[in-house]
């Protein structure tokens, strides 16, 4: 007992530089895909507050950028609305409620917190449990795609930036429908990579790449980016592909959380099928 | 020795504000996060006891992080700079000259060994930070370079704030 107590004393400084690291990497490990960890959310107060107060500074900056951004949107919504079609015939326009039955509902959230620089990026939004937000919902922009929400707390939600290792979201180009994969290989904040598209295809410079809505989080069609350049590595059956992205994600601003009303019940089916499946 | 203790944590917070408020928004092309906080750390008086230390690089690292929504990866890298501190001193030299309450600034030590000092502890904390922030040898070259142009930008920043300290105690 005395030879454990005076190693202990002897080696106090190593041993509990190894209990700290091992406090320390458990956190990391645990938290790389899902920031959940109890820190993160009493910091997410804290920080959240701060951030906000900061943001609300240099929001100001941002204001005509914005605007135009939201003045653009504005200008193809109310193309799409009754008012902007003549009548062609007497008949009346309907909405026929049964044919479309709403899917995704959209939450607006300002960006009060986000980087670019790093391999992985984050953002903070300043919408939370309280208005609705969940976890896995998406996070698009005007222009395109900019992340998914990875935990809320009562305020504030953090979202994984596109612009991060975890990043798998499913797309397709958009002349042909071929389905692949966009990833960031972290160098450049606008460019990312479409992976999985088979060697075969044909391809041109500035193709459309958009979401696939396979994955029940973005809705499909968001624009992601256009293609800059492909190239197929030797020996193997699949481009890769470097895209520029629509969304500079070094100046966002004003976002939108996307609901899908019906994720539930596909994530229901999807489940009972498997279980089927495994019987 | 009060004053000693008043003086880190006003140290502790003024550089936990510029990191998080000023440094950490800046980006250049990926390859630039200077991480000045580490200052603190390098900055401990000399006699601080070896659990103290590994527990205020904790804590720093911990902050660091709650602030930047990275749990851990801070915490990491930190915890090591200030395990191998003790070392790192003893490793540059020029023991016999310090009594307690000092602690190794440019301005008690001189520019040279405080250049090194801080370059070795600086890469050190750099290394690790990247490379668990990355998870994996896959792009070694790129986080190689990152680790470099992050560690020349720390420490020149570092050296600049030294400097200001520095004249500013001249003056007085």
New interface residues.
Partial sequence: MRNILAFIVRFHFLLLFIVLEVVALAMLVNSTYFQQSAVLNTGNRITGKFYTSASNITGYLKLRRTNELLSIENAILRQGSDMSFLKSDSNTFWKNDTLYRQQYQYIVARVIHNSVGKRNNYIMLDKGKRFGVEKDMAVITPNGVAGTVVSVSENFAWVMSVLNKHTRISARIRKNDQMGTVVWNGVNPSVGTLNDIPAHVKLSRGDTIVTSGFSNIFPAGLMMGTINDFRVEQGEHFYIIPFTFSVDFNSLDYVYIVRNLMKDEQEELKKTTEAQANE | MNRLVFQNIFRFILLVLLQ??LL??????????PFVYILFILLLPFETP??LL??IS?VT??TI???S?????H??AT??AG?TRPTVIKLVGERDEYNASMYPSLQNMGLKWFMTYTFILVFLHHTVL?F????SFA?FF?TLLRIIISTIFTVLFIIMIEYIFVSRKEKR
């Fill in positions: 998080v408020v950490n928004r800046i980006n250049f092309y990926g390859y630039l996060n070896g659990w590994l527990l904790f690292g911990l992080d709650i602030f929504g990275t749990p851990g990866l915490t990491a915890l090591l395990f990247n668990l922030d990355v998870f792009e790129r």
